[in-house]
């Protein structure tokens, strides 16, 4: 499952693991192998906040009617992954989800609306409340509103 990452992450090359899912999920429509199979995975396009390099994340979202949400949990680690805070510096941006690819903009939840969306990701993906467990920072939630 998810919560593998976590502990190999010393021994895994993220850049060639998301290279190589990115290439899966373009060739099968949104779905991958392995240990995302059986995942709903989005395609979150960011631009560096200090270098304007443009990167693609694969990330476990939540959606909600025609709201995604993804969430900067890095794994439970005590610090956010580069992709959130390129996104809040460049919230602008694009998704692929499925075989649609779209203009979102992505905007940072707080107070009880990230805990609502939290929760509800944590009751279909509990591996996300064992991350927010491990670190004392409040795991930040994003949606993905789309334009």
């Known amino acids: 499952m998810l919560h593998t990452i976590e502990v190999m992450a010393d021994t895994i090359d993220f850049d060639e693991m998301n290279r190589s899912v990115i290439t899966e999920f373009r060739a099968n429509g949104g779905a991958v192998g392995g240990m995302f199979e059986g995942y709903p995975l989005v395609l979150v396009h960011h631009v560096g906040a200090k270098s304007g390099t443009e990167r693609i994340a694969p990330l ?39 075989t649609e690819t779209y203009p979102v903009v992505a905007r940072v939840l707080d107070g009880a609306e990230r805990d609502e969306i939290y929760d509800k990701q944590s009751a279909v993906q509990p591996q996300f409340a064992e991350y927010q467990r491990k670190t004392s920072r409040v795991i930040p939630v994003i949606e993905l509103r789309r334009v």
Not at 63 to 76: C, H, M, P, T, V
């Open 60 to 98: 476990v979202p939540f959606q909600e009617d025609d709201r995604l949400y993804i969430f900067a949990s890095k794994g439970g680690s005590d610090e956010n992954p580069a992709w959130y805070h390129n996104l809040v510096a460049n919230p602008e941006t694009k998704v692929e989800f499925g």
